[in-house]
Nanobody, 115 residues
Framework: QVQFVESGGGLVQPGGSLRLSCATS????????MAWYRQAPGKQRETVAA???????IYADSVRGRFTISRDNAKNTVYLQMNSLKSEDTATYYC?????????WGQGTQVTVSS
């Protein structure tokens, strides 16, 4: 059964940092390009970052230089290190294989950046 479990979100002040984790099961993780997405209230879900099976990475312009995506194939887990957080980073964050076009999403993890 495919499952994505995101964690690590919380309330942080502007300029702060958080590290998100996404544990996966039911996918062939090693060769899969994994992605982090986010959705803010009233906005469409957007792609934040992606990492290929051989750890090549891409980032949205809005987070490049502040966020770092990484993966641990032994743990079937993908991470998102978020530094220099801004109020506009406030959203629910999700992970999923980039190729997965299904309607299934994990529960996400809420990130709130506020003073």
């Amino acid at each position: 059964q495919v499952q994505f479990v995101e964690s690590g979100g919380g309330l942080v002040q502007p300029g702060g940092s958080l590290r998100l984790s996404c544990a996966t099961s039911g996918v062939v993780f090693d060769g899969e390009t994994m992605a982090w997405y986010r959705q803010a209230p009233g906005k469409q879900r957007e792609t934040v970052a992606a990492i290929s099976g051989d750890s090549e990475t891409i980032y949205a312009d809005s987070v490049r230089g502040r966020f770092t995506i990484s993966r641990d194939n032994a743990k079937n887990t993908v991470y998102l290190q978020m530094n220099s957080l801004k109020s506009e980073d406030t959203a629910t964050y999700y992970c999923k294989p980039f190729s997965d076009q299904s309607t299934y999403w994990g529960q996400g993890t809420q990130v709130t950046v506020s003073s």
